[in-house]
């Protein structure tokens, strides 16, 4: 029988989750997922327990993680799916892109401290599960604890974006290196919710074009953070560029996420799913 209901984009707290991989599985299969991947930022600690619980569960599984990539000064994510978690040359590149993570992390404390607000660095490591994966996302849930902004999109659209306090420009992976961790290791390159990035049609073209040359072969296309509008306009990329296509809910907390693990529209038909390409890397 065909999968429909795979879910390839979420969050531990090995990074910017708030579940075990444990309790993710368990509650992916309680929603239905068929095919499950932990895509945790720019690391893959996480997934020998992710694959050992699918499996206790009796879900498919692949390997995952979401890398952070700076492409035209823009971060863009890529999402690694199907390789191998012990490939040296994927360790390697992903443990090199999670480095700047801690000093990043004090300049941006250092910055909330010039706007009255003391001792975040403090309080963002309060919320980490894993010190060498401090995120936007912990300081994100410290400025809401501590009653600065009443939710998370109101702390990412006053605080640690672009132009305002608390933004350390960081670059990332390059697109090549990303792709070529992820190929090498025997997996495949996504891009991530493409319709996130503030780029224009000629850049968007660029990172498309870029992708496929450097190897990467899918793209998300239903995602959690995309609109209905949104997953037309990139299956018509997907075909465009000839990419197979993604799903995956992005979820990240239960009292944050708006989308829970597998409750996403399917894909939609005429397009290559990404575990189709993939079924000889499926556990
Ligand atoms: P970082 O990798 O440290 O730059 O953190 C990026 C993370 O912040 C993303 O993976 C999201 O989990 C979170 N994030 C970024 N922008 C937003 C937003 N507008 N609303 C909610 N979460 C966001
Ligand atoms: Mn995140
Ligand atoms: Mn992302
Ligand atoms: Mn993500």
Partial sequence: MSILNADLHCHSVVSDGTLTPEELAARAAANGVELWSLTDHDEIGGQQRAAAAA???????????????????????????????????????????????????????????????PDAYKGALRYVGNPALISRTHFARFLVETGVCKDTSEVFRKYLTEGNPGYVPHRWASLKAAIQWITSAGGMAVIAHPARYKFTANEEFALFSEFKTHGGRGVEVVTGSHTAAEYVKYAETAREFGLAASRGSDFHSPGESHTDLGQLPYLPGELTPVWEVLADRIQ
């Avoid at 990539?69 to 490939?87: K, P, R």
């Avoid at 994927?90 to 480095?99: P, W």
């Fill in 55 to 117: 499996r206790a569960h009796g879900l498919k599984y692949l390997t995952g993680t979401e890398v952070s990539v700076t492409f035209a000064d823009e971060t863009v994510h890529i999402v690694g799916l199907g390789f191998d978690a012990n490939h040296p040359g994927m360790l390697r590149g992903l443990m090199e892109t999670r480095g700047g993570r801690g000093a990043r992390a004090h300049e941006m404390a250092g910055q909330l401290a010039q706007v009255g607000i």
